[in-house]
């Protein structure tokens, strides 16, 4: 492994539309950054493009080819597993869409490097920032945040967003075996068992954009997932702690 603590962990499922513009956006941030690619077996070839790159990001890109389609927590889980076994410091999750600015990464990081164990990229701190969403989508989703609020008691206002930076000691309190989601809900439940574990959570203002290139994987599976599983998650506190 480099010498670098911080990873970026990008999960892929048929993004080779956005793929190699990503991986070389992150890394024209100049931070001493790695990147793991977390692929799910996407039949357009997006590992293919990585594997292009890595003789180009030698010792900085990286690619974990997972045998089957099982979900976006399912692919972080094993991503994290493999950021703990290597030692790094800092982890990211990240979206492969451009959905998630990388130039967002540098002040995110700082928070992580001086009193804050976790840092949420937020839509929602500073009002509704989201681009190019239909009224419906921005309703769902800004809803639903309130929705979790009320339910979690937990103070955080974009608690499904999915471009999240922890510190280490984070993860590694978190028994990733038992984590129960794999879509919208697992961002809501890795949020909570940090945040009921006392660990600092800050959120940090972004502006998401939508995709441009390549399809959404949002489905009304999804949805559900998410609000059954904020019952799941206040109903079981105590054996999440």
Do not use: C
Request: cysteine-free.
């Amino acid at each position: 492994m480099a010498m670098e603590q911080i990873l970026i962990i990008i999960p892929t499922y048929n993004e080779i539309e956005n793929i190699e513009a990503i991986i070389k956006a992150v890394f024209n941030t100049n931070l001493a950054l790695d990147i793991l690619v977390v692929d799910d077996q996407s039949p357009d070839g997006t590992a293919d493009i990585v594997k292009g790159l890595m003789p180009q990001f030698k010792a900085r890109l990286f690619l974990e080819s997972r045998l089957k389609k099982s979900g976006l927590g399912a692919a972080y889980v094993h991503g994290f597993k493999w950021a703990l076994k290597r030692q790094y410091e800092y982890i990211f999750e990240m979206d492969a869409d451009f959905s998630h600015d990388p130039k967002e990464l540098t002040p995110m990081l700082k928070k992580l490097e001086t009193n804050t164990d976790l840092v949420v990229g937020s839509r929602y701190v500073n009002g509704v920032n989201v681009v190019n969403w239909p009224m419906s989508r921005i309703l769902l989703s800004y809803f639903a945040s309130i929705y979790i609020q009320i339910l979690t008691s937990m103070p955080i206002k974009d608690a499904t967003a999915g471009f999240v930076g922890y510190r280490r000691r984070v993860l590694e309190s978190i028994s990733l075996d038992q984590v129960k989601f794999v879509g919208y809900a697992f961002q809501i439940e890795m949020k909570y068992r940090a945040w009921i574990k006392k660990f600092n959570v800050e959120e940090h203002p972004i502006i998401f954009t939508n995709r441009v290139l390549g399809k959404s994987k949002m489905n009304s599976n999804i949805i559900w997932e998410a609000l059954y599983g904020v019952l799941f998650l206040r109903i079981n506190k105590r054996r999440l702690k």
